[in-house]
């Protein structure tokens, strides 16, 4: 996997957004905006809150402060709509301007994520799992579900430093190259990973990433058949990664438990022999705390 990783759904993911892709891939992302046609003619479906929402999303890592020009770009929304979304976040402490023009989020937003952490009864009951495995094998572990076509971090412990990209909770990574989103999308039901593979943009992030999708198919198969995921290099060069899923009672895969680090100093068998079964006693004693 790739670990170290807020979409707003207002979910683990209030904040960030994914790693920018180097589209590599001919197909073409449609705007965030364009998510919300399908509700069109729904008298129960808030448009104003929906906007407000995609353009908090707007702001990442590596753009943090934008213009409204830049968000309206961004999101596919008119600036008008955006001007008056960014005009109630500031007027309620989420959003501000210093110079009138560049808007960036304000720590009040914080406050949305740690309402999710302190309510989400796997969060809570991750985190000392994961000290816990840190502080004996001195290593980086990871919690992360699945939140559209990425993977959102839930509970973290870093160890060392293993990714260029600095990942926290609430952090976001695509999917289909991490081992943590391959669990995630091995145990999808079937229709639903076929509409996934049928729309996703694979990017080509380093010379091992899958980008074909009968190969991915083929590699969450094996990873339904294994019981894990080892991901070797695909996200980011020199990262490696392994991944075991997390049950809710009723079967259905909620989570998925993971390990990172550095691919010279972490070989592959080595993940399979010595870490594998703590990462699966730690997601077996997670799925306790679903019962």
């Known amino acids: 996997m790739h670990d170290q990783e807020f979409p707003l759904s207002l979910s683990p993911a209030a904040i960030s957004a994914p790693i920018p892709p180097s589209a590599l891939t001919p197909k073409t992302k449609p705007v965030p905006a364009a998510a919300l046609e399908v509700y069109t003619g729904d008298p129960n479906f808030m448009a104003s809150l929906a906007r407000g929402l995609l353009v908090i999303q707007a702001f990442t890592p590596q753009t943090p402060q934008m213009t409204i020009s830049q968000i309206s770009v961004r999101t596919g929304l008119s600036r008008a709509a955006v001007r008056r979304c ?45 000290e816990r495995m840190s502080a004996a094998l001195g290593e980086s572990f990871s919690v992360a579900t699945l939140d559209g076509d990425d993977i959102v971090y839930i509970a973290r412990t870093t160890v060392t430093r293993v990714m260029s990209v600095d990942l926290h909770i609430g952090s976001r990574l695509p999917a289909f190259c991490t ?13 639903q990973l076929e509409n996934y593979l049928s ?93």
């Open 199 to 291: 729309r996703a943009t694979l990017t080509q992030f380093t010379p091992r990433t899958m980008t074909s999708p009968d190969k991915l198919r083929l590699a969450l198969r094996n990873v339904r058949r294994n019981g894990y995921a080892l991901v070797d290099q695909e996200l980011e060069v020199g990262l490696r990664s392994l991944a075991v899923p997390v049950y809710a009672p009723n079967g259905r895969v909620v989570a998925t438990v993971n390990l990172s680090g550095n691919a010279p100093r972490m070989p592959m068998l080595d993940m399979q022999t010595r870490f594998l079964p703590h990462l699966r006693a730690a997601a077996n004693e997670l799925s306790v705390f679903l019962n």
């Open 179 to 191: 081992s943590m989103g391959r669990v995630l999308l091995a145990y999808l039901p079937q229709d």
């Open 86 to 130: 960014l005009y109630t976040l500031s007027k309620l402490g989420f959003a501000g301007a210093e110079d009138g023009q560049r808007y960036s989020l304000r720590p009040k937003m914080l406050t949305l994520a740690n309402t999710y952490t302190a309510s989400s009864t796997l969060a809570t009951a991750a985190q000392p799992i994961l």
